[in-house]
């Protein structure tokens, strides 16, 4: 059974970093993309970042582009987001998926998908 369990959210305040953790299992990931997703409260779920598993290659939202990294970790199947400079208009449920398009950027590209974790940024 494929899980992915995100960790790593809270509250914090602006101008302040977080890094968000996605611990795959249950498959191997190689050859497979992973991407973070977010959705605010009221509004679209939105594209945030992806990495191809095996080459470590990135994608970014141009607006996360210089604030936020994805990156990865083969020895504990793990995928990280590390956000810095934070706004309020950060704060969303963050999500990791998995899937086999390269750089995916919807949805759609994405079959297996954790639960989410809170980012909250306060001003």
């Known amino acids: 059974q494929v899980q992915l369990v995100e960790s790593g959210g809270g509250l914090v305040q602006a101008g302040g970093s977080l890094r968000l953790s996605c611990v795959v299992s249950g498959r191997t990931f190689a050859g497979y993309g992973m991407g973070w997703f977010r959705q605010a409260p009221g509004k679209e779920r939105e594209f945030v970042a992806a990495?191809?598993?095996?080459?470590?290659?990135?994608y970014y939202a141009d607006s996360m582009k210089g604030r936020f990294t994805i990156s990865r970790d083969n020895a504990k199947n793990t995928v990280y987001l590390r956000m810095n400079s934070l706004k309020p208009e950060d704060t969303a449920v963050y999500s990791c998926?998995?899937?086999?398009?390269?750089?995916?950027?919807?949805?759609?590209?994405?079959?297996?998908w954790g639960q989410g974790t809170q980012v909250t940024v306060s001003s």
């Open positions: 998926a998995a899937g086999p398009a390269f750089h995916g950027t919807r949805w759609s590209d994405y079959t297996y």
């Open positions: 990495i191809w598993w095996s080459a470590g290659s990135t």
